[in-house]
């Protein structure tokens, strides 16, 4: 398998900023309500390819790297931790003249994605979240050994290990520009991003924080996740407004599994809570 390239032309850029370079992506019409699309740890913008064509009718759909993956600066001594990838995502999107966004993040990138609304409510206008792990309680440990940071870069076969809880099924075919991407991040970054994930659940589950923040709320979930307990999405019905839809047969990552299922939820939410840009 490989990640689509079909669709209209897509404009990228890198923004430099304080504390690092951030590569970003746009498709679709810019006069469309924006959305924003957050990836994972040891991911990038191009886990979201698959999706792209299929939002781009209604959307002006922005992708980015955070800091420290895929196209973006790599820096060893820039903090990793959620409030300041949030805060860089803010200094991006205010660059491109961006006033509102919907913003979508997968797996950790839902953390991301709530920091920003934490840090600017008037630009986030809703969130939606896809096998966001809410709280460390829901973590299912992995089974298979840690990459040993002397074996950097690894091999594909590690990468495959290291990956495979990614999706629902052993023996799903990673697309190898996924892991490239892995690959072109050092061993610092890799573990930073992941500590700065575990860093801000410890600090506050994400129900509590997003029931602060009244913003209107999708969760999309695969039910055979490997990594989180699908069966802790039900935290999120906390969260007055929420939206819960779990997938059967997915795992934890639905954008690449079934891109057309999850197109189709994302659509039908952004539907009521888009907002044009001026």
Same mark, same amino acid.
């Given at each position: 398998?490989?990640?689509?390239? @079909?669709?209209? &032309?897509?404009?990228?850029? %890198?923004? *430099?900023?304080? =504390?690092?370079?951030?590569?970003?992506?746009? !498709?679709?019409?810019?006069?469309?309500?924006?959305?924003?699309?957050?990836?994972?740890?040891?991911?990038?913008?191009?886990?979201?390819?698959?999706?792209?064509?299929?939002?781009?009718?209604?959307?002006?759909?922005?992708?980015?790297?955070?800091?420290?993956?895929?196209?973006?600066?790599?820096?060893?001594?820039?903090?990793?931790?959620?409030?300041?990838?949030?805060?860089?995502?803010?200094?991006?999107?205010?660059?491109?003249?961006?006033?509102?966004?919907?913003?979508?993040?997968?797996?950790?990138?839902?953390?991301?994605?709530?920091?920003?609304?934490?840090?600017?409510?008037?630009?986030?206008?809703?969130?939606?979240?896809?096998?966001?792990?809410? @709280?460390?309680? &829901?973590?299912?440990?992995? %089974?298979? *050994?840690?990459? =040993?940071?002397?074996?950097?870069?690894?091999? !594909?076969?590690?990468?495959?290990?290291?990956?495979?809880?990614?999706?629902?099924?052993?023996?799903?075919?990673?697309?190898?520009?996924?892991?490239?991407?892995?690959?072109?991040?050092?061993?610092?970054?890799?573990?930073?991003?992941?500590?700065?994930?575990?860093?801000?659940?410890?600090?506050?589950?994400?129900?509590?924080?997003?029931?602060?923040?009244?913003?209107?709320?999708?969760?999309?979930?695969?039910?055979?996740?490997?990594?989180?307990?699908?069966?802790?999405?039900?935290?999120?019905?906390?969260?007055?407004?929420?939206?819960?839809?779990?997938?059967?047969?997915?795992?934890?990552?639905?954008?690449?599994?079934?891109?057309?299922?999850?197109?189709?939820?994302?659509?039908?939410?952004?539907?009521?809570? *888009?907002?044009?840009?001026?």
């Amino acid at each position: 398998m490989t990640l689509s390239d @079909s669709g209209p &032309a897509t404009e990228s850029s %890198t923004l *430099a900023l304080d =504390d690092g370079d951030i590569y970003l992506c746009q !498709d679709g019409p810019r006069d469309a309500p924006a959305l924003l699309l957050i990836h994972g740890s040891a991911s990038s913008a191009r886990s979201w390819d698959p999706l792209v064509p299929l939002l781009t009718g209604s959307h002006h759909v922005i992708r980015i790297d955070l800091l420290g993956h895929g196209l973006s600066g790599k820096p060893s001594d820039s903090s990793y931790a959620i409030p300041d990838q949030a805060r860089r995502i803010g200094m991006a999107l205010d660059r491109l003249g961006v006033e509102h966004a919907i913003v979508a993040g997968h797996s950790s990138g839902g953390y991301s994605a709530t920091a920003l609304a934490e840090q600017r409510p008037d630009l986030v206008t809703a969130l939606a979240l896809i096998n966001t792990g809410p @709280s460390l309680n &829901a973590f299912i440990a992995p %089974t298979s *050994a840690a990459i =040993d940071p002397a074996q950097w870069p690894p091999t !594909d076969e590690q990468l495959r290990e290291f990956a495979s809880t990614g999706f629902s099924r052993v023996g799903y075919q990673i697309p190898q520009e996924l892991l490239d991407e892995v690959r072109a991040m050092t061993y610092h970054t890799l573990i930073a991003t992941m500590q700065g994930s575990t860093g801000y659940l410890e600090q506050r589950s994400l129900p509590d924080r997003l029931t602060v923040l009244g913003k209107p709320l999708l969760v999309i979930f695969g039910e055979d996740d490997r990594r989180w307990r699908s069966s802790s999405a039900a935290d999120y019905r906390a969260v007055p407004g929420a939206k819960v839809e779990l997938l059967p047969g997915l795992g934890h990552s639905p954008l690449l599994e079934d891109p057309p299922r999850t197109a189709a939820l994302l659509l039908a939410f952004t539907a009521s809570h *888009a907002v044009r840009a001026d």
